[in-house]
């Protein structure tokens, strides 16, 4: 199903600082949910983004994508964070929504932790489980925030 760009919202509209609801599982492999899942894929890539999660594009759900090799998503749904590293590391990010006067995006310091486990639903609606370091594990996490309403920008380390 192709997906549809979609208008990304930035900073500070309110939408990105809500609680983003759970998706009920249901509703996973409705055709519906499936074409926001496209559109979310489809803006991300055009945009040139790493991740995008659902309320950068004005839907305040718990939804993740993540850019994977050869055209392969990698799709969170009620992602969950169940094992965090004591070990932290610090990286530069950037958000689709965080930008500056001229439309550019705004990069900057955060510290994260090194590895995680994420618990999630996938694009089929099976429950999965993924343990990240490195990239992966930043992308998820700064892409988590999004569905707590919290930027990096947040985070910021000065
Ligand atoms: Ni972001």
């Not at 599982?25 to 040139?48: N, R």
């Not at 932290?88 to 590895?115: A, F, N, T, W």
């Not at 618990?119 to 490195?134: I, L, S």
Request: charged share 30%; glycine share 6%; with cysteine.
């Amino acid at each position: 199903m192709p997906g549809k760009i979609r208008e990304i919202l930035h900073h500070p509209h309110p939408v990105l600082r809500q609680i983003a609801s759970p998706v009920e599982e249901e509703k996973i492999k409705l055709p519906e949910f499936q074409q926001l899942l496209a559109d979310m894929e489809e803006t991300m890539l055009k945009k040139d983004g790493a991740g995008l999660a659902a309320p950068q594009i004005g839907v305040s759900e718990k939804i993740i994508v993540i850019a994977g090799r050869d055209k392969k998503q990698m799709f969170l749904i009620n992602p969950k964070i169940t094992r965090r590293s004591w070990a932290k590391v610090i990286g530069e990010e950037g958000c689709l929504s965080v930008i500056d006067s001229r439309g550019h995006i705004i990069y900057g310091k955060v510290e994260r932790h090194k590895h995680i486990t994420c618990q999630y639903f996938d694009k089929q609606g099976k429950k999965k489980r993924v343990q990240a370091d490195e990239q992966l594990s930043r992308v998820i996490q700064h892409e988590i925030d999004h569905l707590e309403g919290i930027l990096f920008i947040d985070r910021l380390i000065v």
